[in-house]
């Protein structure tokens, strides 16, 4: 064992420590007061403090204490004379000692720790380790956040790597960005891949003059597809990340195969935009070859002039569509219209995993795979948790390529929300100002949690930036599409829940909110959004930044705050789903199966081809005894009912509601606003209804805090007189039940959902709704969500008007047809 004494002098006296083997914590705490002596100075009083007495000893008992020790250490930077004072005795006594760095902060707290390189800098001075996390969680407790245990940790670490708890403090409170501190981690570039020529492809001579012009090589997820089959009629799952050119691959097998006469090329991807997008693209690129592109997706009913414009028809090389939109026609019984099909590409695969769509894509998947029997299925996606076992699902080749074609940085800001505008001004100003060595000035897409923050924000910013979203027109979108490509637009602001899937050539990606409405952002869906920074034909680098509210939730009190969700996805990884779905989901996929085949064995047949598990037997005598198909030997045929459920989309429960609501003569204006409400609408005034109230007023019309603060007691007389009857009118229309649970039994939806379809029925197109919708309630809503339900209304009353004629309700049947006449104006 070893013993040593640390003197730590003070003005008045001098504090000693005995160490027993290196111990943080003394033996006891001394106090060694001095007086001078003809000899020079020797002890004069020794006091022992211990648990928090003290005791005088004799001063002889220090000097036998300082000959027994193995070490005496004198901590620099204590009083000079008293220093000075005891260095003399120790002579006197023929000792000496040695003069030592030690924490200040320790030797406060009656404790010793040296200073050495892993000591923290702080306040002009160093301290331990120990003392530098005790000031951090110290000052991070006193900050009123109530941060997690996981931005502690992370305050920590990198107290502990930069050795500045100054530097590291300076984080909670932003205002300078130090971009050393909230680098989160980097990710490098790949180029150990080789990179195949495209002149040795084996492809048509017309289709390679195309690519040449663009490149002379293949990019490395694209040279892994060719070596594995891919222009050999191979089946592949090719998992890549954003930007490394999984949409050629797809093209590469498409483009060949149609001008090898093998057949068409269908291409399916989740959203309207990005099948919009898509269209455009092939139809500029492809058009020289004689190749002609056509488009099928949802919203196609409603009568508007950029769907003037695009070909919808069967008859092309080409067929574009959302998952819905190709499933229209083989639900409809219709599949020999596609003609021969040579490829089949699902774009963002992963969405079979979803628990709204997945089944529909699953079933889509299947039934091409029937009536497509020799097609070359490519799947595509950039996020896929387990990609082995997705590919033995899906009867494909796995190529995977895990890096990225350009280093990403990614970035986490902890901060106030008040500071959030702030400090993406400085981040998007400063990435516009850059320009890359392709000749590309840096742009930001901004994600955030809602499409009314979408405005709030790109109105908020000092640089030219715009709203994207899909309560937009398609119109409006393609502006702004068109404006970022170009490179005219620095920022564009949009939802989680739309541009994961569309094609943005941004350098930096911002994550204003982590939610996707009030939900947190999945591990899919953050590497999906992340993954739109950086593109090699336009970018050095990627920038990711994450901007996390401590103590920041969305939903309830329960559940992990926005800082520890920006750790746990920044660190996290993807965990595999598995894909089912419930009974209702199944037999809605069993009509849409029975509508490609008159065979039990096929269906059976088809429904093997899903990752989900089918009991087809037992599906099928439930559908049966619901009148929804006919079954005999192994033929199967669906009844008149079940091939409008079907063709539909409409689910076992949502069929029945239909009949039942014809079988007692309702209004189809009602059967179809009781369907599906239209509830996205907004006060328009939001912020002057706020202001005179001194409330904070949410802007969504129908959530129920909204109805609660306009329409009690006194708070109407407090606005101003056109504002209120705008809002009593609004009241009067909807809000008029007699149900018990009024305005919260749904009426009110249902009621504002026929005022929508009443009015487009006079003639207003979408943007006409919503200008009428401000000058009678001072309520506003977006184009593109109008339309979107007006589509929708438009397929549940051709359903009601099938129905209708199906169980001989003759007049239900005309009114529902020349109700949604109108609709389609």
Known sequence: MTLWILASAERSKIIILPIRDKKKKPLFVGELILRDTDAGPRPHKFKVKDNGKGEFKPPSEFVELLRKTDRIMIARGGDEGQTASFVEMLQGFQMSADVVNACRFC????????????????????VCEDCGREELFNTLKSSHVNYSDEICE??????????????????????????????????????SVPKGLIKDLPLHKGFKK?????????????????????????NQLVTSVTATGKTLIAELAGIENILRKKGRLIYLVPLVALANQKYDQFTKR??????????????????????????????????????????????????DLLGQIGTVVIDEVHTIEDSERGHRLDGVIARLKYVAA??????????????????????????????????????????????KTKIMARLVREEFSTTSSKGHKGQTIIFTNSRRNCHRISEALPISASAYHAGLTSQE??????????????????????????????????????????????????????????????????????????????????????????????????????VDYGDDEKMEEILASAAVTSSRNDLKMIHSYMLADYNVDMLLDKLARNKFLHKKGDLIALTRFGKIASGHFLSVSRAFLIRDSVLIDQEPIVTV???????????????????????NLPSRVFQGASLDILFEGENMDKLDVTLRDQLLDFAGDFLTCSCRDSPYCGCAERKFSEKIISIRAEGYDPEGIVRKLEHLYGITAYPGDVLGYLDNVVRNLEAVELIASAYSKREIAYKARDLRKLVEG
Not at 401 to 419: D, F, T, W
Request: hydrophobic share 40%; with cysteine.
């Open 107 to 126: 030797l406060l707290k009656n404790r010793f720790n040296f200073l050495n390189r892993r000591s923290i800098r702080y306040h002009r001075e160093k």
């Open 154 to 191: 992370r305050f920590e670490d990198i107290m502990l790597k930069t050795k500045d708890l100054d530097r590291t403090m300076a984080m909670i409170s932003p205002d300078d960005i130090d971009p050393d501190l909230t680098r989160f981690d980097s990710i490098a570039a790949n180029t």
């Open 210 to 234: 195309i690519l040449l012009a663009k490149s002379e090589t293949l990019l490395p997820v694209q040279s892994l597809s060719v070596e594995n089959g891919l222009l050999k009629g191979q």
């Open 286 to 335: 492809y058009s020289s070859l004689g190749i002609k592109t056509s488009i099928r997706v949802g919203s196609e009913r409603i009568k508007t002039k950029k769907g003037a414009s695009m070909k919808r028809t069967l008859d092309s090389d080409i067929i574009v569509g959302t998952y819905e939109g190709l499933d229209q026609i083989l639900r409809t019984g219709n599949a």
């Open 374 to 419: 020799g097609a070359q299925f490519i799947y595509l996606s950039a996020t896929v948790a387990k990609p082995q076992l997705r590919a033995k699902q899906l009867n494909a080749k796995l190529i995977e390529y895990e890096y990225r074609p350009v280093p990403i940085e990614r970035h986490l800001i902890l901060c106030p929300e008040h500071s």
């Open 477 to 578: 979108r393609k502006k702004v599409e068109v404006a970022f490509v170009k490179g005219k637009l620095p920022v564009v602001v949009t939802t989680a829940a739309l541009a994961a899937g569309v094609d943005f050539p941004a350098s930096q990606v911002i994550f204003e909110s982590l939610a996707m409405g009030i939900e947190w952002l999945t591990m899919q869906d953050f590497l999906q959004m992340l993954g739109r920074a950086g593109r090699p034909d336009y970018h050095d680098r990627g920038e990711v930044v994450v901007l996390a509210v401590p103590n920041k939730k969305y939903s309830g009190d329960k559940g992990d705050t926005e800082d520890a969700v920006a750790l746990k996805l920044l660190k996290g990884e993807m965990q595999h789903t598995k």
């Open 673 to 695: 606003s009781n369907l599906e409400f239209f509830d996205a609408v907004y006060y328009k005034y939001a912020a002057r209804v706020s202001a005179a109230l001194n409330v």
